[in-house]
């Protein structure tokens, strides 16, 4: 089974720019996606972008335009580069892989443990 390790995390400045990293590592037959999720206490968990294997991207409205979603060529590390952040993204992050079982189809997801993320005004 994927092993999941982020990075990146930590406290800003409202404005100021964060890139969280995940790598991806152990078992792994095929990915299909890789996402970026977020939570705050007492409120619903937040897909906040998502990369498929075939590089479509997708965003939650209130990222789009300052979160890029990216990945290296090996397809196991995916960046999220946030910029002008506010003090709303503060929040743990969490990576998400979306995988093929070892046999036969099916899906198998991934979290990892989080990176928190904390903006201050």
């Known amino acids: 089974q994927a092993q999941i390790a982020e990075s990146g995390g930590g406290s800003v400045q409202s404005g100021e720019s964060v890139r969280l990293s995940c790598d991806a590592s152990?078992?792994?037959?095929?990915?299909?996606?890789m996402a970026w999720y977020r939570r705050v206490p007492g409120k619903e968990r937040e897909l906040v972008a998502l990369?498929?294997?075939?590089?479509?991207?997708n965003y939650t409205e209130t990222v789009k335009g300052r979160f890029i979603i990216s990945r290296d060529n090996t397809g196991k590390t995916v960046y999220l580069q946030m910029n002008d952040l506010n003090v709303d993204d503060t929040a743990m992050y969490y990576c998400?892989?979306?995988?093929?079982?070892?046999?036969?189809?099916?899906?198998?997801?991934?979290w990892g443990r989080g990176t928190q993320v904390t903006v201050s005004s």
């Open positions: 998400v892989l979306d995988t093929a079982p070892d046999n036969g189809p099916g899906h198998i997801v991934v």
């Open positions: 152990g078992r792994i037959k095929r990915i299909y996606s």
């Open positions: 990369i498929t294997d075939a590089g479509r991207t």
